[in-house]
């Protein structure tokens, strides 16, 4: 086969799914712990800006990704006050994150820079590039430089810690202390108080930890992807992490598929414009791109498994006795 | 042992609710003093510009509209115990069933004729939209709240796909259909005005409003007095009681979801029929999400939700004004303020309870 | 021999209701200690106490012989005493090992702990013979098991004294079998265990020593060669021969008006709720359903009334026969003038959130009086529920107030009148005097019996023998989800009723 196209579309497949991976891995955490995040598109959209704005003016890496990741947990502790301190609605608060995040980036962006809510580009020293340079074009007629090198070694450090990332959440879910604490406390909340635990501690914890993967989610928007923030540049994605999670049970490393899936879709809808297919003439890009949801509504309805939530997902807990 | 907040009715109806619209406009406030803005600059601008003139007003009136046909929705779904977010997808699939009948019959039919027609159109699609996740989470028990977010995606690529396939004139590079016919346009206030005699500003008011104001009596009366309305609501407060007197509950989430999406389905005659004259792309814009707001606000209740409406009319348009006239100041602070408003009225809506019940003992054992 | 707890002087009050009072006695440390009552007894709340759930008004308990004070369930671990309750706290999605860990886990990474944990914890497997696949799920596993898990989870925090919950309750006979074992083995360890039951044959097979509650007060304790299964029946259901019986009452039960046969029907967790129940109910007749609660009389109720349907059996009503696949309809009953006053008033009963005037209306929603067309017709609405409120002494007389504004025993006179309202040949009632003051009692007792009188066929299901005995016509006894016996209520005394309460199989009515 082409390695070209190969090379081209594993390349394409890895950036989309990183942006995603990160936030999904972000929900597992917090609704793991039994805290529905409909917020993840607002948060993601919050980092991104906060990135996007520091770095320009500070010309510094490490403030950008430092603000994205502060004001990310600081929109989930949020979330954690009215949701998980005051027992209010998860939904409506994710659904009011989102809002607030959509209107203030904006508002912020054209008071502060007044183009148009665009934010100044970012130098290219300040941005995340390759961290191999010799691999930005997939080179035809070499199999291996093109599907490995360009497919695989030429993305920028955020990339291969999103999948780091897989394999951290993995790790602290089922192999720490904590992680197994969290576990607990998103399906019986009543037995870890019990047992002496605080839910209300472990589910902040839980949220504190989703706004540091949120943050390096938006960060990789400003930071890696683009040079600067323009407005609702998150384009539904959290939305598309958060089917990716539902689609992966909850569970980190099918999650890392459905987000690879989606991320496979996505890099497929450009290159599939315009291609007729055999026996089915052109696909429409906008079905290549609906995809992920309905696959998503597809699973829910349970036409191919089921995808049980935490049995705590979504219900205020209140200490009786 | 854990004491309910027993709240007196005119506390939890009247001063809780416009405590929490304080508070979030009071952080609105903060927001604007942080881009540098007098608050109170921006205030005066903005009921200026929404009520200072009788054009703002019929900017702000049309805007509230749309708001009433969202708040409804969520309103209706909310008493049948259903959170449904996805009036966004609902509105654009009765935007694109008013575009495809306006298409195909406007031509053929007179005004009198056709306006109900669209207005049937707009609520039977949105209610299709609306009736799928509903079957799905009545039936399948699928989550009613992802499948109506996915659902407003499918809808955005579904519109998208009408127009660039085959409801953009050939030739057109913009992204919208061909024209309605006059007879499928609603008349708008203006117009009518003229028709009598009186000169009123142009403004995008049109009929919808009446149709809004109708559709409110109709949503008070289904609710409240009719049989349907009974049997939903007890399923949305007691399903366990419900089940006890005989009520199906699946059936009643498929009734409460199908005239929610109806509901939001009309904003398409305002919005399509009434101000583009055209199938667009996005022309909800959010709509379906500040209907949260506007039945958070409005307490689930027709006559709170117009009052909502109006007061986010206001805010929309008075927005758009103060983005022209304040450097600076962008349409989006609306937004901030709305997504404030949501967050203070809905999500944190009783955190300030236990003060109040505090401040009252104490006020009413003084006495 | 010293005492492993020693209780004096407990009292205990939640509102109106003493649960615990003066509740004095010792447990001995090493044997198994045997605390049987009816519901309401105060059994629970004493063990609730002794865990630190609770703080006793009065009185207090020594452990090991030094006087404590348990302030809450980490202390009563600290103090060595464990808990296995009814309904297991356990999360199904993680393994057994898991479960044990969590919370003790001793350390940060699992895996070293686990291994750590599961040495330990074999040893200890090893030693009281309870066996539990460590690294299975909780989800997979069946209710025999989990229990012994929960036994694993108390000793591995270092219980010394046990407190187990109605243990057998979602057992299989085999099941229990193997607890019996377990418990011994544990005792000839040296754990002191504190048995709840009401099944008299494990107390007389198990126990050392067994203390008898009733009605929040000790009646007595003795070493179990002192006790008789008679005796401990007698013991617990006392003399109560205080009925309300009007003299020279004749009873003429007339045609049968449900038939129920074969009733068989399973909780969710496999274990039976209903095994082959049959039962006749004919106009004119209350008959009373006594027994323990738990052990199916709600699941008869929700199959009769059409709220479930069961897996096996069938019924006959008002000229219908009902098999499993097609069963009765909630919507059906009342057409066939079955009319249901339904044990949880609060959740099922009313809609706590609509006013009275349509809460009154709750089930009878589709009748045409109350419809005008598409519509509802309130004014026949809100002249229905002041009639209501007005026939059964409803307080306050405001037909606009909401559902939950109102007190329990007027909640239940309200939906005693909806439900007697409408003249229903057949009437289930659980529970109706739960809760509800002294007058409304009488009240609805009065009630009950004229709508016997005028020919209704009445089952009441109660929790309160005294209930059963001052109402019913004819008493059927359920135990483990069986009628264990049926007696005219001229029959019954007391030593014969607890006896079936307490019975495992069906025993001829005397």
């Known amino acids: ?321 | 042992m854990s004491q309910p907040l027993q709240l007196p009715r005119w506390i939890d109806i009247g001063l809780l609710p416009l405590w929490n619209l304080a508070i979030a406009l009071a952080v609105a406030g903060l927001v604007v003093m942080v881009i540098g803005h007098s608050p109170w600059q921006a205030l005066t601008v903005l009921l200026n510009g929404a009520l200072g003139s009788v054009r703002g007003l019929g900017y702000s009136l049309y805007y509230a509209t749309t708001f009433i046909f969202t708040g409804l929705a969520v309103a209706v779904a909310i008493h049948a115990g259903l959170f449904n977010i996805g009036g966004e997808g609902q509105a654009t699939l009765g935007g694109v069933g008013v575009a495809l009948v306006a298409l195909w019959l406007g031509a053929k039919l007179p005004a009198v004729v056709m306006l109900p027609l669209l207005v049937v159109a707009s609520a039977v699609f949105g209610m299709l939209w609306a009736a799928l996740p509903a079957y799905l989470q009545a039936w399948r028990g699928s989550h009613i709240v992802i499948t109506t977010i996915m659902f407003n995606f499918l809808a955005a690529g579904l519109n998208g796909y009408l127009l660039v396939n085959w409801l953009r004139p050939a030739g057109s590079m913009a992204v919208e259909s061909a024209e309605f016919a006059e007879s499928a346009r609603m008349p708008a206030l203006h117009q009518i005005a003229a028709a009598l005699g009186y000169e009123l500003p142009s403004s995008p008011l049109n009929l919808s409003l009446v149709i809004a104001l109708i559709a409110c009596v109709f949503v008070g009366w289904f609710l409240w007095k009719s049989a349907a309305g009974y049997a939903v609501r007890a399923v949305g407060s007691a399903p366990r009681a419900a089940h006890y007197a005989g009520i199906r509950p699946r059936a009643q989430v498929l009734i409460a979801m199908a005239i929610s999406g109806a509901l939001a389905g009309m904003v398409g005659i305002n919005e399509i029929s009434g101000v583009q004259g055209k199938l667009t792309l996005d022309f909800v814009a959010g709509a379906g999400f500040t209907g949260i707001a506007v039945s958070l606000m409005g307490r689930n209740h027709p006559i709170g939700i117009i009052l909502a409406s109006l007061l986010f009319g206001v805010l929309y348009q008075g927005g758009v004004e103060v983005s022209f006239e304040l450097q600076g100041f962008s349409r989006e602070m609306v937004v901030t303020a709305q997504g404030l408003i949501v967050l203070f009225s809905g999500a944190m809506a009783t955190v300030s309870a236990p003060l109040f019940a505090r401040i009252y003992v104490a006020v009413k054992g003084g006495r | 021999m010293t005492s492993a707890v020693r209780l004096q002087g407990i009292s205990k009050r939640f509102g109106a209701v003493q649960a615990n009072r003066e509740v004095s006695f010792d447990i001995a440390a090493g044997g198994v200690h045997g605390l049987v009552g009816e519901n309401g007894a105060g059994k629970s709340t004493l063990m609730a106490i002794l865990y630190g759930y609770y703080h006793a008004d009065a009185g207090h308990i020594e452990v090991n012989g030094q006087q404590v004070h348990i302030a809450n369930s980490q202390q009563a671990i600290g103090l060595g005493i464990g808990m296995v309750h009814q309904h297991f706290m356990l999360v199904d999605t993680l393994s057994c090992l898991e479960n044990i860990m969590l919370g003790a886990e001793g350390g940060f990474f699992l895996t070293a702990s686990k291994a750590k944990v599961k040495a330990k914890l074999e040893v200890l497997m090893a030693e009281t013979g309870l066996q539990v696949h460590l690294d299975a799920l909780v989800a997979d596993l069946p209710v025999g098991e989990l229990q012994r898990l929960e036994i694993l989870k108390a000793l591995y925090r270092g219980a010394r004294i046990l407190i187990l919950d109605e243990p057998t309750a979602v057992l299989t006979p085999q099941e229990t079998d193997q607890l019996f074992v377990t418990l011994r083995k544990l005792k000839e360890r040296g754990t002191t265990i504190i048995l709840i039951t009401h099944k008299l044959r494990e107390v007389m097979s198990l126990c050392s020593a067994v203390t008898v509650m009733r009605a929040g007060q000790v009646v007595e304790t003795r070493p179990i060669v002192q006790w008789t299964e008679e005796s401990l029946a007698e013991s617990m259901v006392g003399r109560k021969v205080t009925l309300g019986r009007p003299e020279g009452m004749e009873v003429h039960a007339g045609e049968v008006r449900l038939r129920a046969s074969g009733l068989m029907l399973k909780h969710a967790n496999g274990v039976p709720a209903l095994k082959d129940v049959n039962l006749t109910l004919k106009a004119g007749e209350i008959v009373g359903v006594a027994g323990v609660s738990g052990n199916g009389q709600s699941e008869l109720l929700e199959v009769l009334s059409g709220l479930r349907a069961p897996e096996g059996g069938r019924m006959e009503l008002g000229g219908q026969s009902f098999s499993p696949e097609a069963w009765l309809d909630t919507a059906q009953a009342r057409p066939l003038r079955l009319a249901h006053v339904p044990e949880d008033r609060h959740a099922v009963g009313l809609v706590m959130s609509f006013p009275a005037w349509e809460s009154a209306v709750l089930g009878y929603q589709g009748l045409p009086k109350y419809r005008k067309g598409a519509s509802m017709n309130h004014a026949a609405m809100r002249d229905a529920t002041r009639q209501m409120q007005e026939r059964f002494d409803v307080r306050p007389r405001d037909e606009n107030l909401g559902s939950s504004k109102f007190s329990g025993g007027n909640q239940q006179k309200l939906i005693l009148a909806r439900e007697i309202g409408e003249q229903p040949t057949v009437l289930l009632v659980g529970q109706p005097t739960r809760g509800v003051d002294i007058g409304a009692i009488e009240f609805i007792h009065g009630q009950l019996r004229a709508l016997r009188d005028a020919g209704c066929a009445v089952l009441l299901v109660s929790s309160e023998l005294d209930e059963i005995l001052a109402l019913a016509d004819r008493v059927v006894v359920m135990n483990c989800g069986r009628i264990t016996g049926e007696l005219a209520i001229e029959n019954c005394d007391e030593k014969r009723l607890g006896l079936l309460m307490a019975a495992q199989e069906e025993r001829a009515a005397a």
């Not at chain 1, 949020?78 to 409506?92: E, I, M, T, W």
Request: aromatic content about 8%; proline content about 5%; some cysteine.
């Open chain 1, 1 to 321: 086969m082409d390695e070209v196209l190969i090379a081209s579309v594993l390349a394409s497949t890895l950036r989309v799914s990183a942006p995603l991976l990160l936030c999904a891995m972000a929900g597992v955490l917090s609704e793991r712990a039994g805290v529905v995040d409909l917020g993840l598109e607002g948060k993601m959209l919050f980092a991104a800006f906060a990135a996007a704005a520091t770095a320009s003016v500070t010309h510094s890496t490490a403030f950008g990704l430092t603000a994205a990741i502060a004001v990310a947990c600081v929109a989930s502790l949020l979330h954690g006050f009215a949701c998980v301190s005051n027992r209010g609605d998860q939904v409506v608060s994710g659904v009011a994150l989102n809002m607030i995040a959509a209107g203030l980036t904006v508002v912020l962006g054209i008071a502060w820079f007044q183009q148009g809510g665009q934010t100044p580009p970012i130098e290219p020293d300040v941005r995340l590039t390759a961290i191999a340079k010799g691999f930005a074009e997939p080179q035809p007629g070499h199999w291996f430089a093109s599907v490995v090198g360009h497919g695989f070694l030429s993305h920028n450090v955020l990339v291969y810690v999103a999948f780091l990332m897989v394999a951290a959440v993995w790790f602290f879910l089922e192999r720490t202390r904590p992680g197994l604490r969290l576990r607990a406390v998103g399906e019986n909340p009543a037995m870890v108080e019990a047992a002496g635990m605080s839910v209300q501690g472990l589910r902040y914890q839980a949220l504190l930890m989703n706004g540091v993967l949120c943050g390096l989610a938006g960060s990789y928007l400003t930071l890696a992807q683009n040079a600067s923030f323009s407005p609702n540049m998150t384009a539904g994605r959290g939305f598309i992490a958060l089917a990716a999670m539902i689609f992966g049970k909850w569970k980190p490393l099918p999650t890392l598929g459905a987000c690879l899936l989606f991320g496979f879709l996505d890099a497929m809808a450009i290159r599939l414009q315009g291609v007729q297919l055999p026996g089915v003439g052109e696909v429409p890009v906008q079905l290549i791109q609906a995809l992920p949801y309905i696959l998503t509504v597809v699973l829910l309805a349970g036409f191919i498994g089921s995808a049980i939530a935490p049995k705590a997902l979504g219900r205020p807990y209140v200490k009786e006795r």
